[in-house]
């Protein structure tokens, strides 16, 4: 394992002594759902408190939503084959490693992620690198899990060797918590095993201008002079970052490590996740205090992935009010304007 097991806290006994939590909230949660924290998040987290514990300490409300699906995107339904789940045409999720190192309470694939359930075998994947090399319109793999800096320098080289190998395939994704959870895992080792695999573009996952630390900084830093360009995403939770001063910050930090802001996603509709979600409503109000105000480069897509795989819908707010002949709408400061909504010459005229 490239992750040292004496760097993770998964036993519910010790994270209640170090937390100063009934023992039996964090073990009826733990009955049902994985645990696990990097001491590095803990110690972070304890010192920030609730918008980083909430992140990674089990919460009883996880078990009284029981109505929600468990599989809201359909994802099961959408794999071809085992570990790997084609929506788009041109695109694959090809999941690598069933581990974090850090489990977030609200992820999306809480259902198996981290679970007995989740196995990756070696015939999964080739499979899995059989269906991408046999269906020639995927041309963008996404690696993700689980977190696949999970697995060795040496296993993932090997992976990434392989995608690479399919001549269809133009450019990888790979999607990581890593520099967030464990700073300490990107190691110039890494980042060079990486940059023999371009295009490759690495999708990290940060929540909280408080996950910014210096090392966090330094690990995107070290990936980013190896020439790996990194985007982020992140999840808008309630009570964790559900403010636009927060975002603001949490986005001006990530560009001043080098990382573009990608996505910001409402929650999924998860069973055990329902506690975080926030109202669509106060999401795009959120957006109406950014867009405009931040540096456009600072501001990422607000997204919903929608239900039964329906794919992402962007959710932007709208400023156009009316569009018929004129354009009418609105800017960001709230005053209207016109632009005029036709061909100049009209149409027919042009050469
Ligand atoms: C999110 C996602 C993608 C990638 O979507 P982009 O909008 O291209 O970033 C691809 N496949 C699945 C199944 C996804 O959930
Ligand atoms: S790092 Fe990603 S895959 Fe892992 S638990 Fe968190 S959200 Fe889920």
């Given at each position: 394992?490239a992750?040292?097991?004496?760097s993770?806290?998964?036993?519910?006994?010790e994270?209640s002594?170090?937390?100063d939590?009934?023992?039996?909230?964090?073990?009826?949660?733990?009955?049902?759902?994985?645990l696990r924290?990097s001491?590095?998040?803990?110690?972070?987290?304890?010192?920030?408190g609730a918008?980083?514990?909430?992140?990674?300490?089990?919460?009883l409300?996880?078990?009284?939503d029981?109505?929600?699906p468990a599989?809201p995107?359909d994802?099961e339904?959408?794999?071809?084959?085992?570990?790997?789940?084609h929506?788009?045409?041109d695109?694959?999720v090809?999941?690598v490693?069933s581990?974090?190192a850090s489990?977030?309470?609200?992820?999306?694939?809480?259902?198996?992620?981290?679970?007995k359930d989740m196995v990756?075998?070696?015939?999964?994947l080739?499979a899995?690198i059989?269906?991408?090399?046999?269906?020639?319109?995927?041309?963008?793999?996404?690696?993700?899990?689980?977190?696949?800096?999970?697995l060795?320098?040496?296993h993932?080289d090997?992976i990434?060797s392989?995608?690479r190998?399919?001549p269809?395939?133009?450019?990888?994704?790979?999607?990581?918590?890593m520099p967030?959870?464990?700073?300490?895992r990107?190691?110039?080792?890494l980042?060079?095993?990486l940059?023999q695999?371009?295009?490759?573009?690495?999708?990290?996952h940060?929540?909280h201008?408080?996950e910014?630390?210096?090392?966090?900084?330094?690990?995107?830093?070290?990936?980013?002079d190896a020439?790996i360009?990194l985007?982020?995403?992140t999840?808008l939770?309630?009570g964790?970052?559900?403010?636009?001063?927060?975002l603001?910050?949490l986005f001006?930090r990530?560009?001043t490590a080098r990382v573009?802001?990608?996505y910001?996603f409402?929650?999924?509709?998860?069973?055990?996740?329902s506690?975080?979600r926030?109202?669509i409503?106060s999401?795009?109000?959120i957006m109406?205090q950014?867009l405009g105000?931040?540096?456009?480069?600072?501001?990422?897509?607000?997204?919903?992935?929608t239900?039964?795989g329906?794919g992402k819908?962007p959710?932007?707010?709208?400023y156009v009010q009316?569009?018929g002949?004129?354009c009418l709408?609105?800017t960001?400061?709230g005053?209207?304007?016109?632009y005029?909504n036709?061909?100049?010459?009209?149409?027919?005229?042009?050469?």
């Open positions: 394992m992750v040292s097991a004496s993770l806290i998964t036993d519910p006994r994270l002594t170090l937390l939590l009934p023992y039996e909230q964090l073990a009826a949660v733990h009955a049902q759902y994985p924290v001491r590095y998040f803990l110690e972070l987290a304890k010192q920030y918008p980083l514990l909430k992140q990674v300490i089990p919460d409300l996880e078990l009284q029981t109505e929600t599989d995107l994802e339904n959408l794999s071809p084959v085992p570990c790997l789940i929506k788009y045409p695109r694959a090809l999941l490693s581990e974090c489990y977030c309470r609200f992820c999306t694939r809480k259902r198996k992620v981290g679970t990756i075998s070696p015939s999964h080739d899995a059989d269906y991408i090399r046999a269906t020639p319109t995927i041309v963008d793999v996404l690696i993700s899990g689980g977190d696949p800096l999970m060795t320098d040496a993932l090997q990434l392989r995608v190998a399919i269809t395939v133009r450019i990888i994704r790979m999607g990581t918590r967030c959870m464990l700073p300490a990107i190691t110039e080792d980042a060079a095993m940059a695999h371009h295009p490759l573009y690495l999708n990290l940060f929540n201008p408080a910014l630390t210096p090392e966090a900084s330094t690990a995107c830093t070290l990936l980013a020439g360009p985007g982020s995403q999840v939770l309630r964790v970052n559900d403010s636009a001063p927060v603001k910050e001006y990530l560009l573009k802001p990608y910001l409402q929650a999924d509709l998860t069973r055990g996740v506690h975080f926030t109202t409503h999401g795009q109000a109406r950014l105000y931040v540096s456009g480069m600072a501001l990422p897509k607000y997204a919903l992935d239900p039964e329906g819908i959710l932007c707010p709208n009316e569009l002949e004129q709408f609105q960001y400061t005053t209207h304007g016109v005029p036709t061909l100049w010459p009209e149409e027919g005229r042009t050469k």
